[in-house]
């Protein structure tokens, strides 16, 4: 899924716009990627860095939970009473299911690493991160090829702006202060205007001026970029 999309698959109907779908699955995979390479060459005694990398985890391991729960307990219901067959909806929630003690054992890992500062505990995080990364590629790669056109073809935009109005307000004000600074990093201009506007225009304002600033700080103290 490399563009949002704005039409029901095979009509010229107006549709979902999947554009924050799309920016969350690029994040996502953005993020591990990075975690991965970064912990793997982190010196483990670089106690600043190894916790700037702890927090960076932590805001990937809540904003990763927060959206497959929305896809849990909002999307795939929601679709699975419009379909015959429920067997993909069935695979994407087992595979979210899979994925929750790898999220678990990389976050243990971090504690390991925090407490020791040894290199095998390093090396055990960075197996562990690459581990997850391999595994929730699969699985996005999986709800993309197949979720998608389910939700394109049994939601209407109305539903979906619902649902989405539903995740954005499920995150409190700092919570959305590091969610949008994360989710439109590295954005085309289109998608970040789509993302932000959602916002109102003080909270627009705030994005540019206070929490993406903020952001890329974090980001430096993480990747030293």
Do not use: C
């Not at 953005?30 to 932590?58: F, I, K, Q, Y």
């Amino acid at each position: 899924m490399t563009e949002h999309t704005r039409v029901h698959a095979g009509t010229d109907r107006p549709g979902v716009d999947l554009t924050m779908m799309t920016l969350i699955h690029a994040a996502l995979r953005r993020d591990l990627d990075r975690l991965t390479t970064a912990v793997a060459a982190v010196e483990p005694a670089n106690e600043g860095r190894v916790e700037a990398l702890r927090e960076r985890w932590s805001l990937f391991a809540k904003l990763l939970h927060h959206h497959h729960a929305g896809e849990d307990q909002r999307v795939w219901p929601l679709i699975a009473d419009r379909i015959p067959d429920r067997s993909v909806l069935d695979a994407l929630e087992t595979e979210h299911a899979t994925l929750d003690p790898l999220v678990a054992q990389a976050g243990d890992g971090f504690d390991r690493l925090k407490a020791d500062s040894s290199v095998p505990a390093r090396d055990a995080l960075a197996a562990s991160l690459g581990e997850l990364r391999d595994r929730l590629g699969a699985h996005l790669g999986h709800e993309e090829r197949d979720g998608v056109p389910l939700i394109l073809a049994h939601v209407g935009p109305e539903e979906w702006a619902a649902y989405e109005l539903y995740q954005k307000n499920a995150l409190g004000p700092q919570e959305q202060a590091q969610f949008f600074p994360w989710v439109i990093e590295g954005a085309s201009a289109d998608h970040r205007e789509t993302a932000l506007g959602v916002l109102p225009a003080p909270a627009r304002v705030l994005a540019a001026t206070t929490w993406e600033p903020a952001y890329r700080a974090r980001v430096a103290a993480a990747f030293g970029s």
